[in-house]
């Protein structure tokens, strides 16, 4: 997972770069580069807090925007987005998996690398259709429609509670049962 999470900084930074200077702006570029270089250094070292990631994606984002802004094209700083936030994601969930037994560890590695670039590939089809496709909505329809996105994700977000609190019940009883069997070993009677 840590190889996933360098090459996707290593690639963000050098799309990144690639159009701060494309934008006629060499400030931009270098600081790119900087920015890159110290996201490396950290991953390098290995991350224990989220704090210095997340601020150095923080800072890659704006840099992106100001080229965008400086006339780079949004493209190229939309992959470069993608890219960064997988690698923080990765590296994040390197830290978060590290106590994890090694069979479960791969499982999850390689479940989650498909999760994230399904994910991927969503944004960047939700970044490059918009700018493609020109469609004039007035303001009632875009209202509404935005409206009902937000009530079927809150209907999302509820259903998703619901599977969440049955799976926690069902969990929840297995360990109650699991702690009764072991105060019964502990008696050594046999008897809860």
């Known amino acids: 997972m840590k190889r996933v999470a360098f090459v996707s900084a290593i690639i963000a930074t050098g799309i990144l770069a690639l159009s701060g200077f494309r934008a006629g702006s060499i400030a931009l570029g270098c600081a790119a580069i900087v920015i890159g270089a110290v996201w490396l250094l950290i991953l390098w070292k290995s991350v224990k807090q989220r704090t210095e990631l997340t601020i150095l994606l923080g800072v890659e984002t704006a840099i992106a925007v100001l080229g965008v802004l400086y006339g780079a094209p949004v493209y190229l700083a939309g992959i470069a987005i993608v890219l960064a936030i997988m690698s923080w994601d990765f590296a994040l969930t390197e830290t978060a998996t590290a106590s994890f037994p090694a ?14 670039g399904i994910i991927a590939v969503i944004g960047l089809v939700l970044l490059v259709v918009p700018l493609q496709i020109h469609i ?4 009632r329809t875009a209202l509404g429609l935005g409206l009902g996105a937000f009530m079927l994700f809150a209907i999302l977000l509820q259903l998703m509670n619901r599977h969440n609190k049955r799976r926690v019940g069902r969990h929840q009883s297995v360990v109650d049962r699991l702690a009764m069997l072991r105060d019964a070993l502990k008696k ?3 008897r809860p």
């Open 103 to 116: 069979e479960m560890t791969k499982r999850f590695i390689i479940r989650h690398v498909i999760r994230i």
């Open 188 to 190: 050594k009677d046999g």
């Open 136 to 139: 004039h909505l007035g303001f």
